[in-house]
């Protein structure tokens, strides 16, 4: 039976962000690489997403996480990604895949596989992603699955958790699945069971979605105030969204 956290847990999770500020490296897709950015300073991480084969190793190393994302994978992005994985391996780094569009594309299945064959893995997709990689996540050691949507479904080694939390308007703004993995990146920097952080990622960032929803005309405004609505959070918006008592 599926769980969920409750507004203390989030908090405490939003508490240490604030605090650690983590930075998070992002090889990700250049549709999405501008939300996913702000929505990490929002949400009070640091973004960094240099790809050059000659450097990304340094910038892995230093980092808190590591997000590798299929959106636009290039030639030179797939140079990149073994320097990230012996970065995540040898300096103990957690790592986030988003395979986007892994359904349409031998090419991203291969590099999901060979991303896949590294232990605690975090893979975060939507329902056709996941399902898509159904045979390479069942192969995987003690994988974390994120499988996003109305109601969001993680499950890991130390448990499982459904939340129930973000709005249809979620879906009508380019990168903010893309963005939601470089969230859970943040919070597996600064919570070491990667259910926890996923599930912190996901409450808050559905909570936030929620609130700009309330003040949005469309999809256009709702992409800006879900920047305001996530750097607003706190444990009295958190209690409130979560039918806690303030
Ligand atoms: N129908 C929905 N209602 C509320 N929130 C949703 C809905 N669909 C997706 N979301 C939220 O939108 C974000 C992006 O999820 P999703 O659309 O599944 O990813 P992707 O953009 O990669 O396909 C997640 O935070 C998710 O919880
Ligand atoms: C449209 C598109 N094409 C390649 S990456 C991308 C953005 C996908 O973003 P998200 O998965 O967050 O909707
Ligand atoms: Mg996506």
């Not at 640091?46 to 990304?56: F, K, L, Q, Y």
């Not at 594309?105 to 991303?115: F, G, K, Q, Y």
């Not at 599930?199 to 309330?214: K, N, R, V």
Request: proline fraction near 4%; include cysteine.
């Amino acid at each position: 039976m599926a769980g969920c956290l409750d507004a203390s847990s989030v908090a405490a999770v939003l508490a240490r962000m604030a605090e650690t500020r983590p930075r998070v490296h992002c090889l990700t897709n250049t549709v999405a690489q501008n939300v996913t950015a702000n929505m990490l300073l929002a949400f009070g991480a640091i973004p960094s997403m240099a790809v050059h084969v000659d450097e990304v190793a340094g910038f892995a190393q230093g980092a808190g996480a590591i997000l590798i994302n299929l959106g636009t994978i290039s030639a030179e992005g797939e140079l990149a990604i073994p320097k990230l994985l012996e970065a995540a391996r040898d300096h103990h780094k957690p790592l986030v895949l988003d395979p986007v569009f892994v359904e349409l594309s031998p090419l991203r299945r291969h590099i999901a596989r060979e991303v896949l064959r590294l232990p605690d893995v975090v893979v975060r997709g939507n329902a056709t992603e996941m399902a898509a990689l159904a045979s390479e996540l069942d192969a995987a050691e003690r994988v974390t699955r994120v499988t996003t949507g109305k109601v969001d479904h993680i499950e890991g080694k130390r448990g499982a958790l459904a939340i129930a939390h973000g709005h249809p308007l979620m879906t009508k703004v380019t990168g903010l699945g893309c963005a939601s993995s470089a969230l859970v990146a943040a919070c597996c920097a600064v919570e070491t069971d990667p259910v926890i952080a996923a599930g912190a990622a996901l409450t808050a960032f559905g909570i936030a979605g929620e609130i700009a929803a309330a003040k949005s005309a469309g999809p256009g405004s709702f992409a800006v105030n879900l920047i305001d609505a996530l750097a607003s959070l706190d444990e009295a918006l958190l209690r409130r969204h979560m039918g806690e008592r303030a």
